[in-house]
């Protein structure tokens, strides 16, 4: 969308009834937070706040949502960009304010985006102990150092939602298998600073 | 499942008796059932890993008692008893050849590697990627490591396990990494 459409002008103005600058601050920040689906229950909460139809508070926090996302997607950073997605009349105050608001938050929602993006699973979590196996029914004695690895991995959060699936894989290394995951890992941080240094 | 043996064709069933044997030999780190079962499945035969796997566990039982007790062919093929009508007469061919040709060669041997509780690491794959463009950030370029893990579990089953980690993530893995090395080295 390259500027705001006239329906959602319209219900963007309807903050002017807000109690506080704080309101529309709170609001800003539930409308960028909240998927699509969940818009339907934060209108209701947000328009008993604002006494408005249930029709206008839908509108208001489905613009709320748009506009907060658009600046997120496009990377609008400086005052002058956000500012020009709105039309000309648009009541002065209420521009500013939100602008000041999105700019506020825009690195944290930017952070928000990149945590929330579709990926594999990810690692929340690892623990880790050194063992020595000093014997067992088939050896009586021995001393073999050998270290266990505990991973928590996370499933997709895009996929669980707000509950989301904590997988926990438990590895047992020796020292050789131990040496090749650091070559590996190194091989890794090399890229990254032949990388970081182009 | 062990009526489901009679799905696999004898060209697998030989190659899954060969890999159970070299397991147990300790010349790999397990059977690698998800690779074979999509082979299998690849050519015509409806079976699912899961039964795949028990039946991988099931020779991997019979192989390693047989090992134990200094089984000739002719006494393990008595072992399978009743089941021997049971099962398709080129699985018991395979088993018994199998057998013959590296059975004598499992030594239960005195290893540290047998007692195995946990999965067992095998391999790392990496890549490092970098996130161009999503769909709500048009100008990502958010870089993060995705890495594979191959582990044995503790029947010998081979699986992978991928996940992603952000830049300080990997950077946090290494150094524990090279913590528990460290550690190793003097323990």
């Not at chain 1, 489905?62 to 020009?84: K, P, Q």
């Not at chain 2, 010998?156 to 550690?183: C, H, L, Y």
């Amino acid at each position: 969308m390259a500027a705001l459409r006239d329906g959602e002008v319209a219900a963007l103005q309807i903050l002017l009834k807000a109690p506080s600058k704080d309101a529309v601050r709170q609001l800003c920040q539930e409308c960028f937070s909240s998927p699509p689906a969940a818009l339907g229950p934060l209108a209701q909460r947000a328009g008993s706040g604002l006494a408005v139809s249930a029709e206008e508070a839908e509108q208001l926090v489905s613009a709320l949502h748009n506009l907060t996302r658009h600046v997120v997607y496009r990377g609008l950073t400086r005052a002058e960009d956000i500012l020009c997605l709105f039309p000309e009349n648009f009541h002065q105050n209420l521009k500013n304010l939100l602008t000041k608001i999105i700019l506020e938050n825009i690195s944290a929602w930017r952070n928000e985006a990149q945590a929330s993006q579709i990926s594999l699973p990810r690692l929340v979590d690892m623990d880790w102990r050194v063992d020595i196996k000093t014997s067992s029914d088939s050896i009586v004695r021995m001393a073999v150092p050998t270290c266990l690895l505990q991973l928590k991995i996370q499933e997709d959060a895009a996929l669980c939602g707000n509950n989301p699936v904590v997988s926990a894989l438990t590895v047992e290394l020796s020292k050789e298998t131990l040496d090749t995951m650091l070559e590996g890992l190194g091989r890794i941080r090399d890229q990254l600073s032949a990388v970081a240094n182009k | 499942a062990a009526d489901k043996i009679h799905l696999i064709p004898q060209d697998f069933f030989a190659e899954l008796c060969e890999q159970v044997i070299q397991h147990l030999n300790h010349k790999i780190p397990g059977v690698n059932t998800a690779e074979l079962c999509q082979r299998i499945q690849t050519s015509g035969v409806e079976i699912n890993i899961g039964d795949l796997a028990k039946i991988a566990n099931i020779l991997s039982f019979l192989f390693s008692t047989a090992a134990r007790n200094n089984l000739s062919t002719e006494e393990l093929v008595t072992t399978l008893g009743s089941a021997v009508s049971t099962l398709p007469k080129h699985a018991v061919q395979v088993i018994r050849h199998v057998w013959t040709e590296q059975g004598k060669a499992i030594a239960v041997s005195e290893d540290a590697r047998n007692i195995a509780t946990v999965g067992q690491f095998v391999d790392m794959k990496w890549k490092l990627g970098v996130a161009m463009s999503s769909d709500t950030c048009r100008s990502l370029k958010y870089p993060y490591v995705t890495v594979t893990l191959t582990v044995a579990d503790p029947s010998g089953q081979i699986t992978d396990k991928s996940f992603e980690m952000t830049i300080p993530q990997f950077k946090n893995f290494f150094r524990q990494f090279k913590e528990m090395a460290s550690v190793l080295e003097t323990v």
